[in-house]
């Protein structure tokens, strides 16, 4: 897989949101999750999207839920975000 950068994945996902015509709640709810998922990348010292980053966060956030700190609704909505990341790197994002 060639290298991604994860805030263009993040936009081209909100880009495909918008397209197939979901509600600006949803696409802003969405915007917030991806905004997260990109803060920790970068903070971790990853601008490029990579499975193994995303790995890495998704077990940083069943540590947060399991200390209590995220919700397993809102975790589960950081999943999402995740996998739709992974389809728009990965070429198959369909919404």
Do not use: W
């Not at 999207?49 to 919700?71: A, R």
Request: proline share 1%.
């Amino acid at each position: 897989m060639k290298n991604k950068n994860i805030i263009d994945l993040a936009m081209r996902v909100l880009h495909q949101l918008k397209e197939h015509g979901l509600a600006d709640t949803t696409i802003d709810y969405n915007r917030s999750c991806l905004q997260s998922i990109c803060s920790f990348c970068i903070t971790h010292g990853h601008t490029e999207y990579s499975p193994s980053i995303m790995q890495y966060y998704l077990e940083n956030l069943q540590e947060q839920v399991g200390k209590g700190e995220f919700s397993h609704s809102y975790a589960n909505s950081l999943r999402r975000a995740v996998m739709l990341l992974d389809d728009a790197a990965t070429g198959k994002l369909t919404v």
